[in-house]
């Protein structure tokens, strides 16, 4: 336990068996724990009530359109990177109601919903998700309209974030400067050191809130020992990317090519089942759907989670205006990559590699970006 | 005619055409009027004039048999009517029906034609503009074509 | 409740007052507040999002005079579930309404200017509004022609209205059809051709277009062909959308949300685009 009050940017050294304190004193402090844990042979984002909810030892394999699971040697606690879910299910719901209407008086009144979230500690958030979790905040509340439904949850998250130790097989943060360390947008941060000798983690303080978290947590003022050996979990993260985006003048790069060959290459190969849109951390698109009793008498008005890769998304009277595969995945990409920045002033993407590896036919949108890049090198500007 | 000379250079159509060949223009025009109803020319007809409305609104038509008369564009203020002169075989492929009273010029098109035969320079400089008409015409013919206004309804859409 | 005052995601409950036919498949509709809370005022070229009990919401131009918002008015096609629904609304029955959203024509630009507008087909709707505040400001603005495409003349939207527009000494209308019948007397051919017949300084006019988007791209590059700058010339855009204020995605069009960046667009940010397909 430590005696003086901690400071943001303290950081602390927090043995193994000491870990559930963590848990317990944010249980204490009234946040459900979400994290990583193990269900159907991925890792997902879930409940967890105690560190053996974790998915101690299991790392995973990722490749394009290829997600395994396997058994590390040790008993790491966050030996994995990322899985199917993200953050964003927490914080922008998949599906949630929006107001209900009830039929009175010859006509109807609606009756709004009332945003009551639950106070949660979203744990083991890596640093391309902080930057995730960042640019969903500039979509939803820094925008032209604050939506009240994220804005509520965002305010009620206390964020524990990891620093990964090793580069996941399709990700590519570096190039994308979204980490593998995070640098803000957490209350902690941990980096988990664990080698023949010791198992301990490191834990930077982000606010005052985190400071408050690890006050009944048994941790002591991290050595220069335990930064150095910290720093070099990083820096082995970062050495291993084994994917890049070069993302200089990208949003140029894709507003001059949209009609290159290389979209009807992608279109081959794409099935439009719209896995990208629904594993990416930044993908924000939703539909409402108008809902009546039997009666008639009750309406609501849900709204959920929907893709730009449905033929529905831009239907107006007499068709839809991108009915080709080859247009929808166009408008992913540069919406992602380019369009993205004229609308939020960042890149909508973060290296996190999902789109690679869940998507079933594995298309690499680094590879895409790629092949653009080259044919345009190659023949001098497209016009 | 004195008269029709500055009309003529000022038309649109004439526009850049070198001062000699603007007299020998407007020697080969004269004003003409056609009352409400009347028929310029009619499908199949020896083409040899062509015609720069002034004033008034003609109705280019084709027949179709059990529907009559059929219009397909209206020709008006400013609009030139009229190709078939240049080419062969010099005969009208549609009628050319007036809506309303309708003034214009009226340019001899076989003293044109042969000019132009004659003298390559003047005639290329009447075919370019003939074929910026036909583009023009071609391109609006086609937009009307695409019935772009109709749009289908759906049981499925919002 | 000041929740529903101030949420743009809540739909005000509004009382049909009338449902007018106007041409095949087309209806206005006169809408008045149930509980006295009305919209905020809109300007032309903006939209609301009407919501029929039940059954579905969707984005309507206001067809109605910003001057005079009372009632609320909507024209529309009927071509699909909800606005089918709504055409079957009756006098008395109560329908959602949220809104405006969007930009608006910029008629404050065209002081000083000569005003061209060109509609086609439904596209005359949002441009209506814009009328009724060029008519009651007539002073302020140079020549002002409207010219305006229809498919038949039985197709030909507000015709009495146009007529009594005509009428008006200082406004020049112009009406085509791209199928003439047997008893049209008037000019047959597309829009774009109306364009060289309206008397207008190209350098000093503001045009406003409004109807199919290959018709606004087609109209827009004859009046640029014209002399109008590309920056003169504005442009209403209509994409699928569920919130209308920008977070469900449905609207983009390029980087442009046509629900918070449009309807109404200045044609030189968009050029660019109208010439790509499915974008």
Known sequence: MTTQALQVHDRLCLEREHFQHLFASLQARGFQVVGPTLREHAIVYDTLTSVDDLPVGYTDEQDGGSYRLKKRRDRALFGYNVGPHSWKQFLHPPLTRLWQAERKDGGFQIIPERQQPEKLALFGVRSCELHAIAIQDRVFTHAHYKDPIYASRRENVCIIAVNCGQAGGTCFCVSMQTGPEATGGFDLALTEVLDEARHFFVIEVGTDLGATILQDVPCRAASEDDLRLAGAVVANAAAQMGRSMDTSDIKGLLYRNLDHPRWENVASRCLTCGNCTMVCPTCFCTTVEDTTDLAGTQAERWRRWDSCFTMDFSYIAGGSIRASSKSRYRQWMTHKLASWIDQFGTSGCVGCGRCITWCPVGIDITEEVRAIRKSESAQGREG | ?158 | MSTLLSDPMLPRPYQVQRVRHEIPGTFTMELEPQDGSAIPPFASGQFNMLYVFGVGEIPISISGDPDRPAPLVHTTRAVGTVSSAIQALKPGNTIGVRGPFGSHWPIEQAIGKDVVIVAGGIGLAPLRSTVYQLIARRAQYGKIALLYGARTPSDILYRHELERWRAHLDLDVYITVDHGDTSWRGSVGVVTQLIRRAAFDPRNTLAMVCGPEIMMRFTASELEKHGAPVEQIYVSMERNMKCAVGLCGHCQYGPHFVCKDGPVFQYSRVQHLLVKAEI
């Open chain 2, 1 to 158: 005619m004195q008269s029709l000379a500055p009309i003529l250079a000022n038309h649109p159509f004439f526009k850049g055409f070198e001062p000699r060949y603007m007299q020998l223009i407007t020697g080969c025009a004269s004003n003409v009027r056609f009352p409400a109803g009347s028929y310029i020319f009619r499908e199949g007809e020896p083409a040899s004039t062509f015609y720069i409305i002034r004033r008034g609104k003609v109705a280019l038509e084709a027949v179709a048999a059990q529907q009559g008369s059929r219009v397909i564009q209206t020709i008006e203020d400013g609009d030139v009517l009229g190709w078939s002169w240049l080419f062969p075989p010099y005969r009208w492929h549609f009628n050319a029906r007036t809506i309303e009273e309708t003034r214009a010029i009226a340019l001899d098109g076989v003293c044109l034609r042969e000019k132009g035969e004659a003298d390559h320079d003047f005639g290329y400089e009447l075919v370019k503009r003939v074929a910026l008409i036909m583009m023009e015409r071609l391109q609006a013919t086609r937009l009307q074509a695409l019935d772009i206004y109709n749009v289908p309804s759906t049981e499925a859409g919002v």
